[in-house]
Antibody
Framework: EVQLVESGGALVQPGGSLRLSCAASGFTFSSYSMNWVRQAPGEGLEWVSYIRDSSITIYYADSVKGRFTISRDDAKNSLYLQMNSLRVEDTAVYYC??????????WGQGTLVTVSS | QSALTQPRSVSGSPGQSVTISCTGTSSDVGGYNYVSWYQQHPGKAPKLMIYDVSKRPSGVPDRFSGSKSGNTASLTISGLQADDEADYYCCSFAGRYTHVFGTGTKVTVL
């Protein structure tokens, strides 16, 4: 069974940093591209970042470019999102999402990041 | 990377059909046959319902169907059931490994 479990969400002050993690199991993690998608409270979904298998290709939404860094450790079956210079508008549930021949086919349960003073 | 436009809400009685539109541009919906649709129940993670405009993942009922014309994609739910009440989001590939989601539509079963 495919499982994606996010962790690391917390309350952080504007300008602060946070690192999210996603532990993957039930599939060959190294063979799949992965994404982070976020959802602000009561709002819609927003694609945040993409990393291809073997980390060859990485892309970011304009809203986080230069502040967020996606990475993966295939030996640990883990995906990460380093978030710096956090803003109030970054407040959201962050989902770890697998991508296969079917886009965004498996989602984690999400982890809440709250940016507030 | 502007969000795709969806109606805020649609509703229908059990057994009826509802259609949700998703309007983008030639840089996303109109430019690629890579539109997907997601169902999200309150407090839950989204679930893939349609991909590549009209394909259904294994396990998704054939009551759910997708189509596209120009810059507008559509999701139709036939034979509406109580459990179909949820938020629905479209999503399109937008080039260079990026994606853009729709604004979301709340489906209400009357």
């Amino acid at each position: 069974e495919v499982q994606l479990v996010e962790s690391g969400g917390a309350l952080v002050q504007p300008g602060g940093s946070l690192r999210l993690s996603c532990a993957a199991s039930g599939f060959t993690f190294s063979s799949y591209s992965m994404n982070w998608v976020r959802q602000a409270p009561g709002e819609g979904l927003e694609w945040v970042s993409y990393i291809r298998d073997s980390s060859i290709t990485i892309y970011y939404a304009d809203s986080v470019k230069g502040r967020f860094t996606i990475s993966r450790d295939d030996a640990k079956n883990s995906l990460y999102l380093q978030m710096n210079s956090l803003r109030v508008e970054d407040t959201a549930v962050y989902y770890c999402v697998r991508e296969s021949s079917q886009p965004f086919d498996y989602w984690g349960q999400g982890t809440l990041v709250t940016v507030s003073s | 990377q502007s969000a795709l436009t969806q109606p805020r809400s649609v509703s229908g009685s059990p057994g009826q059909s509802v259609t949700i539109s998703c309007t983008g541009t030639s840089s996303d919906v109109g430019g690629y046959n890579y539109v997907s649709w997601y169902q999200q129940h309150p407090g839950k993670a989204p679930k893939l319902m349609i991909y590549d405009v009209s394909k259904r993942p294994s396990g998704v009922p054939d009551r759910f169907s997708g189509s596209k014309s120009g810059n507008t994609a559509s999701l139709t739910i036939s034979g509406l059931q109580a459990d179909d009440e949820a938020d629905y989001y479209c999503c399109s590939f937008a080039g260079r490994y990026t994606h853009v989601f729709g604004t979301g539509t709340k489906v209400t079963v009357l």
